[in-house]
C-alpha cells in the first residue's frame, strides 16, 4: 500500500471514532437517522464538544460587603477539528470555534505543533478568500495556540467554506501549510454535542491505533528482510 493511501486511511480511521461518537450521543430516533445517512455522505472533519464548567462570580455585586464570589456553572462549547500525526498519533493541527455561556463573542482558535516562529503568527484562510494574521496566545507541551474573537464574516465565510488553510513559519524558515476540511463543520456547530472526556477517548484510541498501524507495517518489513535474507542464503548453498 502506498504512504498517500496510508495516511488517507489512518486521517479516515480518526474521523470515524469520532463520528461514531456522536452518533452514539444522540437520542435513539436521530441516532437511527444518522446511521443511515453516514454510508452516503462524506465524513465530517468537525465535531461540537460541550462541558459546564463552573466559574466564580467576580463583579461588583458579588464583591459589595465582602459578599463571597459564588461559583457560576457555564457552558463551553467548541465545534473543533482535529487531525493527528499519521506516524506517531500525536496532535498535528487544531481549529475550533469556542463559545462560553454569557459571552457576545465567539472565539477562533488555532492549534499547531511546537517549533515554529512565534513572532511571525498564524496565517490563515478561508478557500481563496484575502488571509489574515493571527497572533499566537499561548504554548503548552504539546504545541502553540493563536485565536482572536470571531466575527461574524469569518463564521460566514466557515459555514460556507470548503478548505481552511493554516499556514505558519517554522524555525528552520521553512513554511508550513496544514489544509483543514471545512466539511461538516456548519451542522457541527449547530448540532448536538459530546463531552470532552469522551472525545478526549476517542482521540486517545485513534492515536494508539496508528501507533499499531506503523508498529505492524515495521514488524512485516522486518520479517520480509529475514525471509528474503534466508531465501538468499538457501540459494548460495
Known amino acids: 500500500m502506498c504512504l498517500r493511501k496510508i495516511i488517507k486511511n489512518q486521517f479516515r480511521l480518526v ?7 456522536v452518533v452514539a450521543s444522540l437520542p435513539v430516533n436521530a441516532a437511527d437517522k444518522a446511521k443511515k445517512k453516514a454510508s452516503s455522505e462524506p465524513k465530517s472533519a468537525w465535531i461540537k464538544i460541550c462541558d459546564e464548567v463552573k466559574f466564580k462570580d467576580v463583579t461588583k455585586n458579588a464583591k459589595k460587603d465582602g459578599a463571597k464570589a459564588e461559583a457560576k456553572k ?19 493541527i487544531s481549529a475550533s470555534v469556542r463559545t462560553v455561556t454569557g459571552d457576545e463573542k465567539s472565539r477562533f ?12 503568527g498564524v496565517l490563515v484562510k478561508v478557500d481563496d478568500e484575502k488571509p489574515f494574521t493571527i497572533k499566537y496566545s499561548f504554548c503548552h507541551q504539546v504545541g502553540c495556540v493563536a ?16 478548505k481552511l488553510h493554516v499556514k505558519v513559519l517554522a524555525i528552520s524558515g521553512k513554511p508550513v501549510v496544514f489544509p483543514v476540511s471545512l466539511n461538516g463543520f ?4 449547530g448540532g448536538p454535542s459530546i463531552s470532552s472526556e469522551k472525545y478526549g477517548k476517542a482521540l486517545k484510541s485513534a492515536a494508539l491505533q496508528i501507533r499499531k ?5 515495521a514488524k512485516k518489513k522486518r520479517d520480509e528482510k529475514i ?5 538468499k542464503t538457501e540459494k548460495k548453498k
Open 147 to 162: 485565536e482572536i474573537n470571531m466575527e461574524a464574516a469569518l463564521f460566514e465565510s466557515l459555514k460556507k467554506g470548503k
Open 186 to 189: 456548519n451542522k457541527a456547530h
Open 227 to 231: 525471509m528474503n535474507a534466508g531465501k
Open 15 to 21: 474521523l470515524t471514532l469520532a463520528l461514531g461518537l
Open 109 to 120: 482558535m488555532v492549534s499547531v505543533p511546537l517549533g515554529m516562529v512565534i513572532p511571525a
Open 74 to 92: 457555564r457552558k463551553i462549547c467548541l465545534t473543533q477539528h482535529d487531525s493527528l500525526n499519521t506516524y506517531t498519533g500525536a496532535p498535528l
Open 213 to 217: 498501524i506503523r508498529s505492524d507495517q
